[in-house]
């Protein structure tokens, strides 16, 4: 082979080579250029994947928060807040088309907290934008979006601006909106139980948002839609569960669990709190007269005085019946006793329409200045309350301190609650006359003590048809008589009276015929009637605080000093002085009383027996302190 032979075939290799390597080049480029686009299309699937992240997140959160009991005004604020951080949003709000007598209008519910909304206050002023009434021009982006109850979106956002605050000079919109890089508002629907409701607002960075993120929107109005509905619901149930249905005034519940709140705010700033108690007067014989339609027309006539003379902060609630309770947080007496007198002649002013003029009775009480127990307080606003019933009705009374209450004040108040609130078995008439008695207006500063006893009596003969008038009086005064022989304190004694009218109330409960039978008791019927003392104490007045020291006194009764009594069998010193007395004195007058099944001892073979069983059943000191007494009045 020639030279020029062998260089063509090498030059012919060498083509040969470039070719391989161009295609080889070729292919690698395509190769390149593929990875590229592979990773290109990747990033954006991963981008489009965090997005679709971010959104599922937000939902997430969403709807955890609408599934707790966070309230809606929470759960609106998470909502924009994530929607603009999150989601990179220049601004969100949720916005309210609302209508009063003036018009329709705007209400900002809900706003994320960024630069722009930071901006706008500061050059609009106080009031803020969330706080003023907003135009609603039916020519803007929010009614279209309301109109067509679908998602629009707008590039004029000077526009939709002053649509809203049309008071706004230009220059002040284009101030707002400087250094703003916002380039379109879209505005979504949002619609409650069939209703326009409002609708979501996003201020965005981009002029065209993609299908995915508009779909995404929409979802997104469906969460808020149904948040609002639940938050609607929710009211609507605990509206019914705190409020009175006849009148429309909070109810017992909401009262007591906002009481329960005042004490610790009042405990925590040391400052008082007062309760306004509120009674109808003569509402039966309205209902009598006129009929319950009239008498729940008078109830909700104090209803509304009691709205109308209310601040935001107050309480006004319906207890029960014709009574009425207001709290009054950060008011002390002076300022209560004024707001009270305001309330009475608002009632006194009220005319009804075939009842005339109605009034109502009021009482006092503050917390700190009268008592530190909520019991104790309420107790002392019905004590006030009733007090203003007794005097004539139509007034207010102030309560007193439980140390400055007269042991009568306190009988006379019990015995009211207990006709009042527990069902004592007796004729309404007699029900009727004992109220008279206990209400019927007595001298300021002396109660009177033969009312007390006269009640006293009455209701021991529903027991005790052979109970004697009169005993009960002279069981009270030889109590205290014994009772400073011991140098009892001045309290002792007067709770040891308020129990001698009290010990035996629980016998009212038992039923009569076991009472009065004149046959020996079989062993079950002895321990029903050993119940009495426990019936008296823990269920007819266990409710009235304010006579919880004399409650151990009643329970005790019948304790013997060597601890063979009823109902805790205890002994000796555990058992209270007071309660001995009562056990002496209820031994002593059974015995000169008649009974169904003997009759009366005289005083001297009563005084033998209960002389027999001392050290047993009484304290012997106590045993001859008594006989030195009765000896006494005996000669």
Request: charged share 25%; net charge negative.
């Amino acid at each position: 082979m020639g030279l020029f032979d062998k260089f063509k075939e090498v030059t012919k290799k060498v083509s040969e080579v470039e070719n391989s390597i161009y295609h080889e080049k070729r292919d690698y480029l395509e190769i390149y250029e593929r990875n590229i686009e592979l990773e290109k299309e990747i990033a954006e699937r991963t981008e489009e994947l965090n997005d679709a992240n971010k959104r599922m997140f937000t939902l997430q959160h969403i709807w955890d928060m609408m599934n707790s009991s966070t309230p809606l005004e929470n759960v609106m604020e998470a909502i924009v807040n994530s929607t603009q951080g999150e989601l990179g949003y220049m601004h969100c709000a949720i916005i309210r088309k609302c209508s009063d007598e003036n018009g329709e209008f705007l209400r900002i519910l809900a706003q994320s907290n960024d630069g722009l909304i930071d901006r706008l206050n500061n050059i609009i002023g106080s009031p803020g934008i969330q706080t003023r009434r907003l135009n609603y021009d039916n020519e803007s982006v929010f009614a279209d979006t309301m109109r067509q109850r679908a998602i629009v979106q707008t590039k004029a956002i000077d526009l939709s601006l002053k649509s809203v605050l049309p008071e706004l000079p230009q220059e002040i919109v284009d101030e707002i909106l400087s250094n703003q890089p916002i380039k379109s508002v879209i505005v979504v629907p949002l619609v409650t139980q069939s209703k326009e409701f409002g609708g979501f607002c996003v201020f965005s960075a981009r002029e065209e948002l993609a299908g995915a993120e508009m779909d995404f929107l929409g979802l997104f109005a469906k969460q808020i839609e149904m948040a609002i509905t639940i938050a609607d619901l929710f009211q609507a149930v605990r509206e019914q569960a705190v409020t009175d249905a006849l009148t429309g005034l909070y109810n017992r519940r909401y009262f007591e669990e906002s009481l329960a709140k005042e004490v610790q705010r009042a405990k925590r700033q040391q400052q008082p709190f007062s309760v306004v108690g509120i009674d109808l007067d003569y509402l039966k014989k309205i209902n009598d007269t006129h009929g319950h339609f009239y008498g729940d027309l008078a109830i909700k006539s104090i209803a509304e005085v009691l709205k109308s003379n209310a601040r935001s902060v107050d309480v006004p609630a319906r207890i029960g019946g014709e009574e009425f309770n207001v709290l009054l947080p950060g008011i002390g007496s002076e300022g209560a006793m004024v707001a009270a007198e305001r309330i009475r002649k608002s009632i006194e002013r009220m005319d009804i329409d075939t009842v005339g003029h109605i009034t109502g009775s009021l009482g006092v009480a503050t917390y700190f200045e009268h008592t530190e127990n909520v019991e104790e307080l309420l107790e002392l606003t019905d004590q006030a309350m009733y007090s203003s019933k007794r005097n004539g009705r139509n007034r207010v009374t102030l309560a007193k301190p439980i140390s400055e209450t007269s042991w009568q004040e306190i009988a006379v108040n019990t015995f009211i609650d207990i006709l009042s609130k527990n069902r004592v078995p007796m004729a309404k008439h007699l029900s009727k006359e004992l109220c008279l008695k206990l209400q019927a207006p007595v001298n300021k500063d002396e109660m009177s003590n033969e009312s007390l006893y006269t009640v006293a009596d009455m209701l021991t003969k529903l027991y005790n048809p052979m109970h004697s008038s009169g005993v009960i009086k002279n069981k009270v005064i030889m109590a205290v008589s014994l009772a400073k022989r011991f140098d009892l304190a001045k309290e002792e004694i007067d709770n040891l009276r308020v129990a001698v009218l009290l010990y035996d109330i629980g016998n009212l409960m038992l039923p009569q015929d076991l009472l009065q039978k004149a046959t020996p008791l079989t062993d079950e019927e002895r321990e029903k009637i050993k119940n009495h003392p426990v019936i008296a104490a823990r269920e007819i007045l266990q409710p009235i605080s304010y006579i919880q020291d004399v409650l151990p006194i009643i329970e005790h009764h019948h304790e013997n000093w060597d601890g063979s009594g009823y109902p805790n069998k205890i002994s000796k010193d555990e058992i209270p002085l007071t309660s001995q007395i009562i056990l002496i004195l209820d031994e002593y007058f059974a015995l000169i009383e008649p009974r169904p099944y003997r009759a009366k001892l005289s005083s001297r073979d009563a005084l033998e027996i209960i002389k027999a069983d001392s050290g047993k059943k009484w304290n012997s000191t106590l045993v001859k302190e008594f006989i030195s007494l009765i000896e006494h009045d005996i000669v």
